[in-house]
């Protein structure tokens, strides 16, 4: 960390103390803890922001709870990377506004990806005056200032940053697994793919310093954490623009090494720039879990170079055959999109030909969601609705196919699961996750959480496993 990022941290460890004061005076006063919850949208980073935001929360006096939105203060952590992330908050907030009218003394905060559109943000201030506190994606760390703010009474706060020059380190956590846990590599993105909003409202690419970032899992090892997940928009660039600093391949092995660190994942790592390197890394260490997600997007040339996604089918197609190749039981996942501007049938079989031939183990598939300000918006070759309708029932039928018929290549294997969960809905069973990434429910009970045990896969149920163990 620099100077300036130290000062900050303390400057918020002080807003801290100014809200425990004013939470425990208000508790005194009416004989009752505030409450408070987070609710989530989006991407895995977003699930780490979260954890963050709690930290603070709970740092902060207020009672921490899960899955609710009858809390004395509830923060929407946002996304925006489609409209229909956009849709789904608006009907939260209409929910949220009938609480408040119930409850005046609620809090509702906004923050995340969502309200660094500016197109958003106005719809929120307009359509949504109710809410009390708005924060992007740069401004995270200063959330103890904005929540003792609120807690002295002030409304309508409204913080937003068009970038971030710096990485505040050591902010509060709570984790939402104890076993497990996401870590920031790096921020933001540089890639401008053409129908992307994430490099307009996460800012430009910034790595964190390895020393933070293997100091940080050291401590995560030590309270018990088992398997870490290593987050970036492109990890594949990890480092780029610090001077002297290691490679991702390598970032990888000295992760490997950390004792007490079992699973070692990554999320996400753009085909253009996938190493050689990074193959045999995943290769020769085995924490490292065999599940690679590698985004496709379109398996068209064409379109690929409109998305600005610089490699070609054949260059995809020659990456993806050669890693199943190279890592034996890899799992290899993606992103699909359909309907970008332009996009016509043909370009369409051309992505199902990749799939058929990558064998996808699962794959998202995204319907294109035009998003203000990124060139393919602009375009006026929008794919008409009936077309991408039929195109995306033909992608979504490939994918499925390819993944069914991959998910039965398990079957009669014993592999190592990591015991996420009691299963809610099949009494007497656990749900653990193995390294490919697959789901398995097997006989068990909560005593196991948080533990790696051989599981014989006896039953494919198309994308997940019924098994024992011995
Ligand atoms: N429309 C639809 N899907 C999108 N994605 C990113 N931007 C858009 C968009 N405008 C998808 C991509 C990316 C995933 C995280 O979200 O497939 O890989
Ligand atoms: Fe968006 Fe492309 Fe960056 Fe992924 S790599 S976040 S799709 S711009």
Known sequence: MNKSDVIATLAQRE????SLDLLNKKENETGKRLTASVITFG????????????GILVASGFELLEDTEDADFVLYNTCTVRDNANQKLYGHLGEALSRKKK???????????????????EKIKKSYSFVDLIFGTHNLYAFPEYLSRLLSGERHICEIVDHADNIVEDLPVIRKYPFKSGVNIMFGCNNFCTYCIVPHVRGRERSRESRDILEEIVKLAGSGVKEVMLLGQNVNSYGNGIDGEISFPELLKRVCDIEGIERVRFMTSHPKDLSEELIQTIRSEEKICRHLHLPLQSGSTRVLKEMNRRYTKEQYLDL???????????????????GFPGETEADVDDTIDVIRKVKYDNAFTFIYSKRMGTPAAAREDQVPEDLVKTSFDRVLGCVQDTAKEQSMRWQGLTLPALVEEVNTSLGGYVTGRLSNNMIVHFPGDASLIGSIIPVVLEECRGFYYMGYTK
């Open 15 to 18: 807003y801290v103390n100014k």
């Open 103 to 121: 409850n005046p003394a609620m809090m509702v905060g906004i923050c995340g990806c969502l309200p660094q559109e500016p197109s958003a943000l």
């Open 43 to 54: 991407c895995q980073m977003n699930a780490r922001d979260s954890e963050k935001l709690a």
């Open 320 to 338: 993806a055959l050669r890693i199943r190749d190279e890592i034996q039981g890899i799992a290899l996942t993606t992103d699909i999109m359909v």
